[in-house]
């Protein structure tokens, strides 16, 4: 299933169309998972194939121990190559004043 602006494609037969989304559903997107090891933790989401009918990309949120976690980002190839991925991803980050160079910090995972 393909998506786009509030919409997904619906395949019928070899002919496909696109349908409004009655509402955005971040199950559909998103995964939260507990784990003790990251390495292995990539290595199971790199192997995970993305679901036909889902979007063509899975966003996973690690727990790890000590308070900490991670976010896994798994984007189909047709989406974009790694580096057009972390261009849009580094821009992004940046938004909101932070410069070139600088970190910044989330507390989502605290609490």
């Known amino acids: ?7 997904r494609a619906i395949r019928v037969g ?3 169309y ?14 939260v998972r507990d ?3 990251l390495k292995a933790a990539v290595a199971t989401e790199v192997g995970t194939p ?13 727990h ?10 798994t984007i189909h190839h047709c989406i974009g190559d790694g580096a057009f991925i972390s261009g849009c991803l580094l821009r992004a980050m940046r938004g909101g ?14 609490g």
């Open 1 to 7: 299933m393909l998506y786009w602006q509030g919409a």
């Open 50 to 62: 993305l679901s036909p009918d889902r979007p063509l990309w899975r966003v996973t949120l690690l």
């Open 14 to 16: 070899c002919s496909a």
């Open 35 to 37: 784990s003790h090891d």
């Open 18 to 31: 696109w349908v409004a989304e009655r509402a955005f559903e971040p199950r559909l997107h998103a995964v």
């Open 64 to 73: 790890l121990p000590h308070g900490k976690c991670v976010i896994l980002l």
């Open 97 to 110: 004043g932070a410069s070139s160079g600088q970190t910044r910090t989330a507390s989502a995972c605290e």
